[in-house]
């Protein structure tokens, strides 16, 4: 999978909207832009995935730069109970490789 | 929602024991994995499996590690003998089988904690 560059940490203000940025300048046209997060002592969760058009979804949206070089994820409204560690993962369309690769993704810390 | 159950949730052994971590998959998946997760760091890949068998595998997952769907709804990790270095959180997931592995989304389990003494 394509190598994406996260910050290491953001901090939000709850009730607040969040943009939680990913840059991928390496992706191809068939990568798949995926997001996870993994709340505190818990195993990873699927927030959103998307390919070219920005996505939206109960949890998130997805923004994808033209260029497809870099997305943000948006937190409409963070709560306490956002504060996690976001990944953003590239997936390629069918290299027969199904396992996620995560790096180290953006702890999200939410104050009250 | 359909979810991925794990067991044991928190598992303490000697070092040199075997241990067996099980995972119930959602049912209408078909692909398993293990992930794995040492305290502090990145979330890890083990192996994937498919249709019976390891369809890919990381370099952690050396000898001393197998996998097994022993039934239809049950998918093991078990490691043979236990070294200090294997105490993490085990997270298995699954997912969907569509053509489409770009947009494959996996569903992980809560995880189960092994510590090794």
């Known amino acids: 999978d394509a190598k994406t560059t996260q910050p290491n940490s953001m901090e939000s203000n709850e009730e607040e909207p969040v943009h939680l940025p990913c840059n991928h300048s390496?992706?191809?046209?068939?990568?798949?832009i995926h997001w996870y997060r993994q709340l505190p002592s818990q195993g990873p969760e699927y927030v959103i995935h998307?390919?070219?058009s920005n996505v939206n979804n109960r949890m998130a949206s997805l923004a994808i730069a033209e260029d497809r070089k870099s997305s943000t994820l948006i937190l409409h409204r963070a709560t306490l109970r956002d504060a996690a560690v976001y990944y953003c993962?590239?997936?390629?369309?069918?290299?027969?490789?199904?396992?996620?690769?995560f790096g180290s993704g953006t702890r999200l810390q939410v104050q009250p | 929602e359909p979810e991925v159950t794990q067991t044991p949730s928190h598992q303490v052994t000697q070092m040199g024991q075997e241990v067996i971590l099980r995972c119930v998959p959602i049912?209408?998946?078909?692909?398993f994995y293990w992930y794995r997760q040492i305290l502090g760091q990145k979330v890890e890949f083990l192996v994937s499996?498919?249709?019976?068998?390891?369809?890919?595998k990381s370099e952690i997952f050396d000898d001393q590690f197998s996998v097994e769907r022993p039934d239809g709804s049950n998918f093991t990790l078990k490691i043979r003998s236990t070294k200090l270095e294997d105490s993490a959180m085990y997270f298995c997931?699954?997912?969907?089988?569509?053509?489409?592995?770009?947009?494959?989304?996996?569903?992980f389990g809560a995880g189960s904690r092994l510590t090794v003494l």
């Open positions: 499996f498919y249709n019976n068998e390891i369809s890919e």
């Open positions: 998307g390919l070219t």
């Open positions: 049912s209408n998946h078909l692909y």
């Open positions: 390496t992706i191809s046209g068939t990568d798949y």
């Open positions: 997931a699954s997912s969907g089988a569509g053509t489409n592995t770009g947009a494959n989304v996996l569903t």
């Open positions: 993962i590239l997936r390629t369309w069918d290299t027969g490789r199904r396992a996620l690769t």
